[in-house]
């Protein structure tokens, strides 16, 4: 493993990590991260695939991580900015250190959402989606549904207007957000469009022409997410997409928990060669 720095369009400095095998299968994967995720959650991973000839790279979106400025307050980011500039620095790197390998991506969350916001991500053999779907409120069960209202309908804006960016690990959210990214999670939760909602906000989206194979990842005791969802995503804004799907069930963790992260614990590695075995 060695630390890597990219450079975005609008000349932001983005940390990341390249995993290189001994030897390389001429395959790499690129890893987008869930939101207010860090990337060494996925270090494990990375390392696991590595030992199969696979070249990994993972990074943490402007905000996030190492990629966090000294001050998150009035810091301008967006999950936006993170599909449109910071995905792109890492397909720009990748195309241009590593021109001839196959190249596949796997999107945890709202890192499989973003897809559709960058143009190269129709260079990508395959998918690979893990707890993500078209979150809106609507999809949810009904307790999960007067959480989400409760947090993202009202303290979520109040508190990120009083902080200038969103504290989200006080609730076991993760890294705290800037302020814009937050305010596009709310759009994700709270907007009926949800996914398309956003897509609909940047210049070009690119979701409806990627026809690629996606295996579709989702734990049974994953609370945030339905099989509603998940098939409302497919269906609503990856159309022309071909998907496999996979529910992964508790019993088949060590430690009886995927969850929604906890599938990329190293104590959950007996449950990657699903993973492995559709890229292979």
Same mark, same amino acid.
């Given at each position: 493993m060695k630390a890597v720095s990219l450079q975005t369009s609008d000349g932001f400095e983005l940390s990341a990590h390249l995993f290189e095998p001994e030897n390389p299968n001429g395959k790499i994967v690129v890893v987008n991260s869930a939101t207010g995720v860090k990337q060494q959650i996925y270090f @494990?991973?990375? /390392?696991?695939?590595?030992?199969?000839? =696979?070249?990994? +790279?993972?990074?943490?979106?402007?905000?996030?991580?190492?990629?966090?400025?000294?001050?998150?307050?009035?810091?301008?980011?967006?999950?936006?900015?993170?599909?449109?500039?910071?995905?792109? @620095? !890492?397909?720009?790197?990748?195309?241009?250190?590593?021109?001839?390998?196959?190249? =596949?991506?796997?999107?945890?969350?709202?890192?499989?959402?973003i897809l559709g916001m960058n143009k190269d991500s129709q260079k990508f053999e395959k998918f690979i989606f893990?707890? $993500?779907?078209?979150?809106?409120?609507?999809?949810? *069960? !009904?307790?999960?549904?007067?959480?989400?209202?409760?947090?993202?309908?009202?303290?979520?804006?109040?508190? $990120?207007?009083?902080?200038?960016?969103?504290? @989200?690990?006080?609730?076991?959210?993760?890294?705290?957000?800037?302020s814009g990214s937050a305010k596009d999670w709310r759009t994700l939760i709270l907007n009926k469009k949800s996914t398309n909602?956003?897509? /609909?906000?940047?210049? /070009?989206?690119?979701?409806?022409?990627? *026809?690629? /194979?996606?295996? !579709? +990842?989702?734990?049974?005791?994953? $609370?945030?997410? $339905?099989?509603?969802g998940v098939k409302k995503l497919m269906s609503e804004t990856y159309p022309a997409m071909k998907p496999e799907y996979r529910l992964m069930r508790t019993v088949e963790s060590k430690k009886r928990t995927i969850g929604h992260i906890n599938f990329f614990r190293s104590y959950n590695r *007996?449950?990657?060669k699903v993973i492995a075995d559709f890229i292979s």
């Open positions: @494990a991973f990375s /390392e696991y695939l590595a030992q199969f000839g =696979y070249t990994v +790279i993972t990074y943490d979106y402007r905000g996030i991580g190492k990629s966090k400025p000294e001050q998150l307050k009035g810091f301008q980011a967006s999950m936006r900015v993170w599909g449109t500039r910071d995905f792109q @620095a !890492v397909t720009d790197y990748i195309q241009y250190h590593f021109p001839h390998y196959k190249k =596949y991506a796997v999107g945890h969350s709202v890192g499989a959402l893990v707890g $993500t779907q078209k979150a809106f409120v609507g999809h949810l *069960n !009904v307790q999960t549904k007067a959480l989400a209202y409760l947090g993202f309908g009202v303290l979520q804006p109040v508190i $990120t207007r009083i902080f200038g960016y969103f504290p @989200a690990q006080y609730f076991g959210l993760g890294e705290s957000l800037p909602k956003l897509l /609909e906000k940047i210049p /070009e989206e690119y979701s409806r022409t990627l *026809n690629q /194979e996606v295996l !579709v +990842i989702r734990a049974e005791d994953d $609370t945030w997410l $339905t099989d509603k *007996n449950l990657w």
